[in-house]
């Protein structure tokens, strides 16, 4: 079992930024792939961005590409969104997910076995 535990949300000021952290526990992290996906209120979870299990591919979503950078460091078990030039509608709760099988298809929830209890952002115009 993996247990994910998400940080380093807050309110900050359009423009801003903020680093998001996952925290994974369990021996076999390196194997997952990992994501952020956001749920802004009243709006269906949207995929963010992922990474492949080496780190060395990443995908984003085109509203945060070029803004955002999803990072890994498989020795500390931890996943990490580094969010910059933060706008109003990035505001939504952010949610850390792992998994083997969404190594084929990164972008789609169900395939993500393991997801964290959410961290909030919320950037200020």
């Known amino acids: 079992q993996v247990q994910l535990v998400e940080s380093g949300g807050g309110l900050v000021q359009a423009g801003g930024s903020l680093r998001l952290s996952c925290a994974a526990s369990g021996r076999t992290f390196s194997s997952y792939a990992m994501a952020w996906f956001r749920q802004a209120p009243g709006k269906e979870r949207e995929f963010v961005a992922a990474i492949r299990r080496s780190g060395g591919s990443t995908h984003y979503s085109d509203s945060v590409k070029d803004r955002f950078t999803i990072s890994r460091d498989n020795a500390k078990n931890t996943v990490y969104l580094q969010m910059n030039s933060l706008k109003p509608e990035d505001t939504a709760v952010y949610y850390c997910?792992?998994?083997?099988?969404?190594?084929?298809?990164?972008?789609?929830?169900?395939?993500?076995?393991?997801w964290g209890q959410g961290t909030q952002v919320t950037v200020s115009s």
């Open positions: 997910a792992g998994g083997l099988r969404a190594i084929v298809a990164v972008t789609v929830a169900s395939l993500y076995d393991y």
